[in-house]
């Protein structure tokens, strides 16, 4: 065995971390993580050892330094969460990380769609150990992209949803795995709202956000994809948003099998799926699906498997109700926070003076309990909107008895039936520092957007 145990535990007791038994990763034991993939801020390793200890494991570690408030929340934030004891007491940043998911987006989402993972201590020489091998294992164009933080004290020891248990494939059967950003599935009715901005009320923020990426060059063409076609509660249209993820992946859809990538890829998205990527993918699917060998039958299956999967499980209804909580939109919470830091609104510096009296006026005259509810509500609602949702698949035999974990569904285009999971990750605890540049982001497209309208005489961005 590469790596030296002495038996770790960790709980929390009246807001107090007690450490149980220790556990010791030495910078041997690196060599049995490797890479699977990273965000903007944490990167993720997959377990590819034989301990039972870590099988059926993935690491989530950061991979920038955060020049925020290392040591916990700041005065503010303890305002917010003042609720949650453990969490306002707590001293080190990635621990309070995990403490927000499970005392705040587990109880929200529900118990069977959230697993907070357990904090691992973790050395700076494994750091640096995993760090040379990540360098050698991740994508060339991440190259001059920044790698592990060595300076962290934990790491996030999770469930490896990409597989089912154990870290093995049972009984010999493939375990197909999609990865969905699903990102804001409502359109805000906030009467915070500025007259000049009233377009949000009708058009998806994803929508009018591709427009800005186009612009930037972020993107290379507009995605078909609509939040609120997979969020409308419709399985036609739960169809359509998953038929137009897979036809325009960018950033929001990846494939896995077997805990591999096989489809898609974020941040290094496929912008258009060619005949060739969908012909590999129809070769991958081979193994999975019983269809006939005619073109493009294997993605149409997958795309119904993840369509009724998403229909029957309800599990992103939760996750709406979860987004839903922001009922004031960026242009009118960003008015509590400026109150709450004490500072002058920047918001209202930029409004005419006769809106100031109107609605932007009263919200800083509320009580500050109400700012605080505010704020916490956007908070949590950015949280949800940003996440990922994962659903996994494996074909079971008719007849067999099922585990009472995981949902049941048949295929009748395929005469197969199938368990599924869902699970939501990367719930990440939110600075609220990032208000200033939710609300900047937020002009910024909504200037890009109307620009476009005005260029095109009102035509909507698909006709780009």
């Not at 599990?315 to 709450?340: P, R, T």
Request: aromatic letters at 10%; one cysteine or more.
């Amino acid at each position: 065995m590469l790596w030296t145990i002495r038996f770790c535990q960790y709980y929390v007791l009246l807001g107090v971390w007690v450490q149980m038994e220790e556990i010791v990763l030495e910078t041997k034991d690196a060599v049995d993580w490797s890479y699977r993939g990273e965000g903007v801020v944490n990167l993720v390793l997959a377990y590819t050892g034989s301990s039972p200890t870590f099988m059926g494991k993935v690491m989530r570690t950061k991979k920038i330094r955060n020049t925020g408030n290392e040591n916990g929340l700041t005065t503010q934030e303890k305002l917010i969460w003042g609720d949650i004891k453990d969490l306002v007491s707590c001293q080190n940043k990635e621990i309070a990380e995990y403490l927000f998911v499970k005392h705040v987006m587990k109880p929200l989402l529900g118990y069977k769609y959230v697993n907070a993972g357990i904090p691992l201590p973790v050395k700076k020489e494994f750091l640096e150990s995993v760090k040379t091998i990540v360098t050698s294992q991740r994508h060339s164009w991440r190259a001059n992209e920044v790698s592990v933080d060595t300076n962290r004290s934990f790491a996030l020891l999770m469930d490896d949803f990409t597989i089912f248990s154990h870290g093995q494939i049972e009984d010999h059967k493939p375990c197909l795995t999609v990865e969905i950003k699903p990102k804001c599935g409502f359109l805000s009715s906030s009467s915070f709202i500025a007259e000049e901005n009233v377009i949000k009320k009708s058009i998806s923020r994803f929508e009018m956000y591709q427009v800005l990426k186009l612009r930037e060059n972020k993107i290379s063409q507009i995605s078909e994809y609509d939040p609120l076609d997979l969020f409308s509660g419709s399985k036609d249209r739960i169809h359509k948003a998953i038929k137009a993820l897979y036809s325009t992946p960018q950033n929001s859809l990846q494939v896995f099998l077997n805990g591999s990538l096989v489809f898609g890829g974020f941040r290094g998205g496929i912008c258009k799926t060619t005949p060739k990527l969908e012909l590999a993918f129809e070769h991958i699917l081979k193994e999975f699906f019983k269809t006939e060998d005619d073109s493009g039958a294997r993605a149409n299956t997958f795309i119904e498997l993840v369509t009724e999967t998403v229909y029957a499980s309800g599990a992103l209804d939760q996750l709406l109700d979860v987004q839903k909580l922001d009922k004031y939109n960026i242009e009118g919470a960003i008015h509590a926070y400026y109150d709450l830091v004490d500072k002058p609104c920047k918001a209202c510096q930029e409004l005419e003076s006769s809106k100031l009296s109107n609605q932007f006026g009263s919200m800083h005259s509320i009580p500050q309990d109400e700012k605080v509810n505010i704020l916490k509500d956007f908070l949590i609602s950015s949280t949800a909107t940003d996440c990922s949702v994962m659903i996994s698949f494996r074909p079971t035999e008719t007849g067999l008895s099922r585990s009472s974990s995981h949902g049941n569904l048949r295929l009748e285009s395929t005469k197969q039936e199938f368990e599924y999971k869902v699970h939501f990750i990367d719930l990440d605890l939110r600075p609220l520092k990032r208000m200033e540049a939710y609300y900047e982001l937020d002009k910024k497209i909504m200037k890009t957007y109307l620009e476009m309208l005005k260029k095109n005489k009102g035509d909507q961005p698909r006709c780009l």
